[in-house]
């Protein structure tokens, strides 16, 4: 199957009215977030079974996919590159995160971070140095400091919860609304594997902690407790 015939289908099934509420949605209007990128409006789960359709599509093809101001094109460029990876040997999955280290300016609105980087940075990472992932956390950009947090995710889930905290340190004092959540998601996620963790962080933290952060990273607390960190 070509990219030719990918954009073909993509071009078929687009809804306009859903690419609207998406346009809204994903905030891309001037000075926005999202500003530029277009959707065609087709709902995950109709994107990821086109996608099964193209798995054999080249670094090229997927490069011109993430090149693109569709963010359509860029969100099913990541789907292949994810199922690529976790099929893949130790060679190809390396290349994958490399390529996808060099796409970082196409990575560019939370899902289309959220849908990869833990697939791909965090799961090629897991056994490997992570100073990558300070660095991210330094950065000026926006979607690169979500990187970095959300990449913890793989490691989370294998129990290591020390990156998330110490990533999550870092970005304190980030000014932005969608670092706040994914923080406070990731350490919510820390929570559920061992309470004492968070709880720690959040004794060390509260006074500095931005309030959405708090209350993502405590949806799980029983009511009493949960309502006592509120009221810190």
């Known amino acids: 199957?070509?990219?030719?015939?990918?954009?073909?289908?993509?071009?078929?099934?687009?809804?306009?009215?859903?690419?609207?509420?998406?346009?809204?949605?994903?905030?891309?209007?001037?000075?926005?977030?999202?500003?530029?990128?277009?959707?065609?409006?087709?709902?995950?789960?109709?994107?990821?079974?086109?996608?099964?359709?193209?798995?054999?599509?080249?670094?090229?093809?997927?490069?011109?996919?993430?090149?693109?101001?569709?963010?359509?094109?860029?969100?099913?460029?990541?789907?292949?590159?994810?199922?690529?990876?976790?099929?893949?040997?130790?060679e190809t999955k390396k290349e994958i995160y490399n390529f996808y280290l060099k796409n970082l300016k196409n990575i560019n609105n939370w899902d289309l971070v959220d849908t990869s980087c833990p697939q791909i940075i965090g799961d090629y990472l897991l056994n490997?140095?992570?100073?990558?992932?300070?660095?991210?956390?330094?950065?000026?950009?926006?979607?690169?400091?979500?990187?970095?947090?959300?990449?913890?995710?793989?490691?989370?889930?294998?129990?290591?919860?020390?990156?998330?905290i110490n990533i999550t340190e870092i970005l304190l004092k980030d000014n932005h609304d969608l670092i706040h959540k994914a923080c406070g998601w990731m350490l919510r996620e820390a929570g559920k594997r061992d309470q004492r963790v968070l709880e720690s962080f959040l004794d060390k933290h509260i006074k500095e902690m931005p309030r959405t952060m708090l209350r993502y990273s405590i949806e799980k607390f029983e009511e009493e407790k949960r309502k006592n960190y509120l009221n810190k």
């Open 1 to 90: 199957m070509s990219l030719a015939e990918l954009k073909a289908e993509l071009e078929l099934t687009k809804n306009p009215e859903k690419a609207g509420i998406h346009s809204r949605f994903f905030k891309t209007g001037k000075g926005e977030y999202g500003e530029g990128s277009i959707f065609l409006g087709i709902t995950v789960p109709v994107l990821r079974k086109i996608a099964k359709r193209y798995y054999t599509l080249n670094f090229k093809e997927l490069q011109e996919l993430l090149n693109d101001k569709i963010q359509t094109y860029r969100f099913i460029a990541l789907v292949i590159l994810v199922e690529v990876y976790k099929k893949g040997n130790e």
């Open 128 to 164: 490997k140095d992570r100073s990558i992932l300070y660095e991210f956390a330094k950065s000026n950009h926006l979607w690169t400091k979500r990187i970095s947090i959300v990449s913890t995710l793989t490691f989370i889930r294998k129990n290591q919860l020390d990156d998330t």
